[in-house]
């Protein structure tokens, strides 16, 4: 048994291979649903209709994670890390297999949300975890290892996902997972002890209503506008004005709270706002890809889903590659310079796939995703692992849980307005089935991608040099 004592006093006896190894596999119950469902979307949507719909099977899931995600964390830093990520995972079965057994798209958009629920424990409690047993130094290496789930994730996901779309089987992307999380969950209980905190805590529940309903009026307003209702409307005006003012009283309740779902405190520290915002950045990026581009491919050439879904797997299997180089990196130059890299060739990337929009091809999208990835990887490791080592233990489930937090938000909010400008150039064109209208759609969502890796480069700009040590 190794034991692993970090400089708060807090000791984790465990035995850290098969944990990083049901880490890794927590971690790929999140990487496999990502990218099996966008190669399947079509297929669903063939199905159950709704193709203007379609989004909200990202967005419900990507708003369910990011709202719970500070709650997790806020429980992960007073009774936990072990109860917590196993309940994320419970939580995960159960949405997969309602969403296996959904008959319409309402259903399947609603038992997303249990998925979401599940999935904003598992993702920032395994890198929480990670950065509990590891050292700085020693995540370099892990950091690889836990990278190379995606790499895992990029054949397996698209390759099942178009598949079961070709077989006219896409309830089984689902069922999969069922056997990963019960793998997980097992290997966890057996192998994982922590010598955690205890003390009362006490949850913010108004700021999460707040947060939710703030959220859900933005995202509802965006992806609905021009669709379901005019932009200038009494139903936009309702939810845009009630999200904002939810927001605000949100930002008002969490100023005032003992135990807060965002401590806007540790936001002020310059180091854990630009990583905050890069993480935001990165999830609004990361979507803008993964959910349009099959739709695109498909839609414009008619290629088969197990093609599309293989050419934006190219993206995951740069972004391990990228940060197992990242790991070493940052340890001779600098979180900083390793970070603002990463964020200039995923900028060049995007910045790439906008301008070959009008013409599409596979192998144009599968080199320039592979090209994103690479300079995701490059960022998306270092800023997290500078984020975490600022910190001791007992901010650092609150830490990695903002970092999840703002990329689950970022990829929310992102989906949602990259959904409403594909939908409002959809309306205008000839229809969803018109290949091109699809790539007109395609071609625009894609230049809000470019401009969000600009604005992500950016706030890396504004990164402090030194990160200081927390313990």
Request: charged letters at 10%; one cysteine or more; aromatic letters at 10%.
């Amino acid at each position: 048994m190794t034991t692993s004592v970090d400089r708060s006093g807090i000791g984790l006896r465990s035995e850290r291979g098969p944990v990083l190894g049901a880490l890794m596999l927590s971690i790929g119950l999140i990487a496999i649903d990502a990218t099996i469902l966008a190669t399947a979307v079509p297929s669903i949507v063939r199905d159950l209709g709704g193709y203007q719909q379609f989004p909200w099977l990202f967005s419900v899931y990507l708003l369910a994670q990011a709202v719970s995600v500070p709650i997790y964390s806020r429980f992960a830093d007073t009774i936990g890390r072990k109860p917590v990520i196993l309940l994320g995972i419970g939580l995960f079965l159960v949405g997969s297999v309602l969403c296996g057994f959904a008959g319409s798209m309402l259903w399947l958009i609603l038992f997303r949300i249990v998925q979401g629920l599940g999935a904003g424990a598992v993702a920032p409690m395994s890198m929480t975890i990670v950065g509990d047993i590891y050292t700085v130094a020693e995540r370099a290496k892990v950091q690889g290892y836990t990278a190379s789930v995606w790499a895992m994730a990029s054949v397996v996901g698209p390759a099942l996902g178009g598949v079961f779309a070709q077989l006219e089987a896409w309830r089984w992307i689902f069922f999969v997972n069922i056997p990963l999380c019960a793998l997980a969950a097992w290997m966890l209980l057996k192998h994982y002890k922590e010598q955690k905190q205890t003390r009362r805590h006490r949850i913010d529940f108004s700021g999460a209503v707040l947060l939710t309903v703030g959220l859900t009026g933005i995202i509802l307003g965006l992806l609905e506008g021009d669709s379901a209702w005019a932009w200038i409307s009494v139903p936009s005006a309702i939810c845009f004005g009630g999200g904002a003012l939810a927001l605000i009283a949100f930002g008002i309740v969490e100023r005032h709270t003992a135990e807060p779902i965002i401590d806007f405190a540790l936001i002020t520290r310059r180091l854990i706002l630009t990583t905050t915002l890069t993480s935001f950045g990165i999830g609004a990026l990361l979507i803008g890809v993964t959910s349009f581009a099959p739709a695109y491919l498909e839609g414009s050439l008619g290629i088969i889903p197990l093609l599309s879904g293989l050419a934006v797997a190219a993206l995951t299997v740069g972004w391990p590659i990228a940060a197992g180089l990242a790991g070493r990196m940052y340890l001779r130059i600098g979180f900083r310079r390793t970070s603002m890299i990463g964020a200039a060739i995923a900028t060049v990337g995007a910045t790439g796939l906008a301008l070959t929009g009008p013409w599409p091809s596979p192998f144009t999208v599968a080199g320039i995703a592979f090209i994103l990835g690479f300079g995701l990887g490059w960022t998306s490791a270092p800023t997290l692992v500078a984020a975490q080592a600022s910190v001791g233990w007992g901010e650092r489930g609150v830490v990695t849980g903002m970092n999840a937090f703002a990329r689950s938000a970022g990829s929310a909010v992102g989906v949602a307005i990259l959904g409403a400008i594909s939908n409002a150039v959809i309306a205008q064109g000839a229809g969803p089935h018109d290949p091109a209208t699809i790539i007109a759609a395609s071609t625009w969502v894609f230049v809000g991608a470019s401009i969000t890796a600009v604005l992500t480069l950016v706030a890396l700009l504004f990164m402090p040099r030194d990160v200081p040590d927390g313990g």
